[in-house]
């Protein structure tokens, strides 16, 4: 499986290449978990979510369609939960505006055998708290941590504020 490895102090967080539309660089500062812009595109900032704001953000990861469309926090039905992927968009309380996961640095592309892959062990998913991470692997003195981001972004929407929309209507 291929993934994108980007810098992330004392290790390297992957991000599976099968979710990932684009790359774009981030020239603004990023000050929040999520953020919209005026074209309702939302952004979810990884280094923000693991209060680790000091770090530049300097890559985005514009997700694809299926990995885009996410829960919307505040439908109140609680319906949505454990539905399958496609049952879940037909759903309302879904968006398919553009989700850009928002990174350090993207530091190369490699393939990674899923053979490679161990899962967290379970002691450190205590309260369900890293679901999103999907596994770990060390080269050599360096450790590769993997995430879910179909899993990370509604934990990232549970943990920050919902942003307001740009025209100042929330």
Known sequence: MRFFLCAFGAFSLGVP???????????????????????EHTYFSIP???????RE?????????QIQQVPLIGDGSGENNGLSMEAAMEKDGFTDRR???LVTAVE??????QEDIQPLPAILGVGNMVSFFSGINFHGPLMNIFIDPAVLIPRMLLAGEYPESPDGEG
């Open 48 to 54: 923000h979510f693991f209060k680790e704001a000091d």
């Open 108 to 113: 190369k592309e490699v393939e990674i055998n």
């Open 17 to 39: 290449v099968y979710a990932v539309s684009s790359l774009i660089t981030v020239p603004w500062e990023v000050k929040q978990i999520i953020d919209r812009d005026r074209d």
């Open 99 to 101: 989700n850009v996961l």
């Open 57 to 65: 953000i300097r890559h985005g990861f514009i997700l694809k369609p």
